[in-house]
């Protein structure tokens, strides 16, 4: 059974940092990628970032620059390091992989406002 389990989420001032953790189980973590996405209020779910099982990554033009993704295989983790953060980053981040169909996690808040 897939799990996949967020946390580090919460309120920071704008200009401020980040570092979110997603810990997975119930399937080979190493041999899927791990993506992060979004969701403001009101608006749709968003991909931020994703990496590859060898570690490529790639980012939403808004967040290149200043997300950094990364994973442990060892622990069975995907993080998401969050910098220079901006009010619009306000959201629900969610860790996901698709393996046959997508699993998600429950979401963790990230709220940036002064």
């Known amino acids: 059974q897939v799990q996949l389990v967020e946390s580090g989420g919460g309120w920071v001032h704008p200009g401020g940092a980040l570092r979110l953790s997603c810990a997975a189980a119930?399937?080979?973590?190493?041999?899927?990628?791990m993506n992060w996405y979004r969701q403001a209020p009101g608006k749709e779910r968003e991909l931020v970032a994703t990496?590859?099982?060898?570690?490529?990554?790639n980012y939403a033009d808004s967040v290149k620059g200043r997300y950094t993704i990364s994973r442990d295989n060892f622990k069975n983790t995907v993080y998401l390091q969050m910098n220079s953060l901006k009010p619009e980053d306000t959201g629900v981040y969610y860790c996901?992989?698709?393996?046959?169909?997508?699993?998600w996690g429950q979401g963790t808040q990230v709220t940036v406002s002064s």
């Open positions: 996901n992989v698709w393996k046959d169909v997508a699993y």
């Open positions: 119930g399937f080979d973590f190493s041999a899927y990628g």
């Open positions: 990496i590859s099982t060898s570690g490529s990554t």
